[in-house]
């Protein structure tokens, strides 16, 4: 049974950095699709950056060369290293999670993944 947990959100300053975790459980990452989605009030729910199998990874243009994602493969957590954040950056951060052997999109992510609570993550100017 997938189960994912997020934490690290917090408020932040523009131009500061912020780190947000998400624990993985029942998706092994080695042949998972996982990734960090973020949702503001009032706009659709976007995809951020995934990694696909522990090691390749994509990310939304609007974060690219700020955001990073990273895995520990022994504690199976996903991590988003935000620098630089801005304004625009704000909302609800989930992560999901799948265990799947087709690509890993975020459309496919979004649609058929396994999702955390969410971690709020504010970013003030």
């Known amino acids: 049974q997938e189960h994912l947990v997020e934490s690290g959100g917090a408020s932040v300053q523009a131009g500061g950095s912020l780190k947000v975790s998400c624990a993985v459980f029942?998706?092994?990452?080695?042949?998972?699709?996982m990734g960090w989605f973020r949702q503001a009030p009032g706009k659709e729910r976007e995809g951020v950056a995934a990694?696909?199998?522990?090691?390749?990874?994509t990310y939304a243009d609007a974060v690219k060369g700020r955001f990073t994602l990273s895995l520990d493969n022994a504690k199976n957590t996903l991590y988003l290293q935000m620098v630089s954040p801005r304004p625009e950056d704000s909302g609800m951060y989930y992560c999901?999670?799948?265990?799947?052997?087709?690509?890993?999109?975020?459309?496919?992510?979004?649609?058929?993944?396994?999702w955390g609570q969410g971690t709020q993550v504010t970013v003030s100017s």
């Open positions: 999901a999670a799948l265990h799947t052997l087709f690509a890993c999109t975020f459309t496919t992510l979004s649609d058929f993944g396994a």
């Open positions: 990694i696909e199998d522990g090691n390749s990874t």
């Open positions: 029942g998706v092994p990452y080695n042949v998972g699709c």
